[in-house]
């Protein structure tokens, strides 16, 4: 009884796992005393990255000959609670966030802001970056003749069930918000809050509704205060769930998979660093110092890459945005909503154009421009409908293969599917900076953004 109780429900029956996790306390203690010093944020963020990885390396080394070992599987165990009892309250924020922004921004619009200008400029960014995300992808698995010497697997996960063009459109309208709720359709809850908002304004104008609508402002005002507030709160123990997360993701994956598809990996990571530099560009174009926005960005990007969730680092994104940059409420909030599902440059540019090129190399299809060129179409339009939350890259995948022809060779990405949450970091970091980069873009264009703010 007292073995069960301690394997099965504690998941502690084990001296190493109690020092594990005395090891990880440990760890949080010092990040707790570092935040009373006033060490800064960013610094303390990659402190827990780097701490993460190095405990999740050395643990995963122990290990390597002692397959089996009950320790190891409790480890995993505690790493993956703490990060997702991080996760859990960052996502517990996202919907009312985005519905009371959203009303609030169109609520608050300027005369002189057009909301079709908005939406234009908007859409236009984040697809451009992804259309080049997607040539970058294209260029690097074809440099290297990604999946040239791919053999099948047998008995792998399957990726998930295709979806036409018409049926994701059709799946963006809120028909059921509840639904789209829970789904966490944010195209559909942006769509739904947007008439929401407008509704709002256009009673606003009359007369007996005057009273009512000053309520539901204060209302709306009052509301968006407290979602900030909450999520000051949560992101102040970002750095805690990073070290988990980080130490997970090598338990969970371990070398041998790391090493099986090593070139795909380094392809991925060489294509996030080069988006990286394509958003530093698109911003010197715009006259905005690349630099300024790496250092204030910096912190948005590591939990990105750790959280594997565009969705779950919404609200520290346009917190940033809008705080740090000099990105109006108007653009933060509603650019970087939509850049959660639409344009990912990662999930539904990089990534599926390189799992096409790889498919092509494996079944010996000839790789032309009108080839490649297809690819780049087919990633953009299959942005339109991706959600931004882990493993939603597959998807993407799914709609590329099936766009250019590859449907029955969906087998072939098993290889990928295996090591994905160790790619889906990039990919996520991409996805976020292409967001934020198109966000201060569409700002700098309309004349909503502070450059004091952003320079300062």
């Not at 301690?6 to 502690?12: A, G, I, P, R, V």
Request: aromatic content about 14%; glycine content about 8%.
């Amino acid at each position: 009884m007292n073995k069960d109780f301690f394997q099965h429900f504690l998941m502690l029956s084990q001296f190493e796992s109690i020092v594990i996790l005395v090891i990880l306390f440990a760890i949080f203690y010092v990040l707790k005393k570092m935040g009373d010093f006033k060490v800064g944020f960013s610094f303390r963020m990659l402190f827990a990255l780097v701490v993460g990885l190095v405990f999740g390396f050395v643990l995963q080394y122990i290990a390597i000959n002692n397959i089996g070992v009950l320790w190891y599987d409790e480890a995993k165990h505690w790493f993956g609670f703490f990060s997702s009892v991080f996760v859990a309250f960052i996502k517990m924020l996202v919907i009312p966030l985005i519905s009371v922004c959203i009303v609030k921004v169109i609520i608050e619009i300027d005369k002189n802001i057009k909301i079709s200008s908005l939406l234009g400029v908007g859409l236009f960014w984040i697809l451009f970056s992804t259309a080049i995300a997607a040539i970058l992808g294209v260029i690097l698995a074809y440099s290297f003749n990604l999946g040239e010497s791919f053999a099948i697997q047998e008995g792998t996960r399957q990726i998930r069930e295709i979806q036409t063009f018409s049926s994701i459109i059709l799946g963006l309208i809120p028909s059921n918000i509840i639904q789209a709720t829970n789904k966490e359709n944010v195209i559909a809850i942006v769509i739904f809050a947007f008439f929401v908002g407008i509704c709002a304004k256009r009673i606003s104008k009359k007369e007996e509704y005057e009273g009512a609508f000053k309520s539901f402002e204060g209302f709306v005002f009052s509301f968006y205060g407290l979602m900030m507030s909450m999520t000051a709160l949560v992101i102040k123990f970002m750095p805690y769930a990073v070290v988990c997360m980080m130490a997970n993701v090598l338990l969970r994956n371990g070398f041998e998979a790391i090493r099986t598809a090593g070139l795909f990996i380094i392809l991925t990571y060489v294509a996030m660093f080069i988006m990286f530099g394509v958003h530093f560009l698109l911003l010197a174009s715009q006259g905005l110092n690349p630099m300024k926005y790496m250092k204030k960005a910096f912190p948005v990007w590591l939990f990105a890459f750790s959280s594997r969730s565009s969705l779950g680092t919404l609200p520290m994104t346009i917190s940033t945005l809008q705080n740090k940059l000099g990105v109006s409420s108007a653009v933060a909030n509603f650019v970087a909503s939509i850049g959660t599902t639409t344009g990912l440059n990662g999930c539904a540019g990089y990534f599926p154009a390189m799992a096409a090129v790889f498919v092509a190399f494996a079944t010996h299809t000839p790789i032309d421009f009108t080839f490649a060129l297809m690819i780049v179409l087919v990633a953009v339009i299959g942005s339109l409908g991706i959600a931004g939350v882990p493993g939603s890259a597959t998807m993407a995948a799914s709609i590329m293969l099936a766009g250019i022809g590859f449907g029955d060779n969906f087998v072939m990405l098993s290889l990928i599917l295996a090591i994905d949450p160790i790619i889906d970091m990039a990919r996520t970091a991409s996805n976020v900076s292409g967001a934020m980069t198109s966000a201060l873009c569409t700002a700098k264009n309309l004349k909503l953004l502070d450059k004091k703010a952003y320079n300062s």
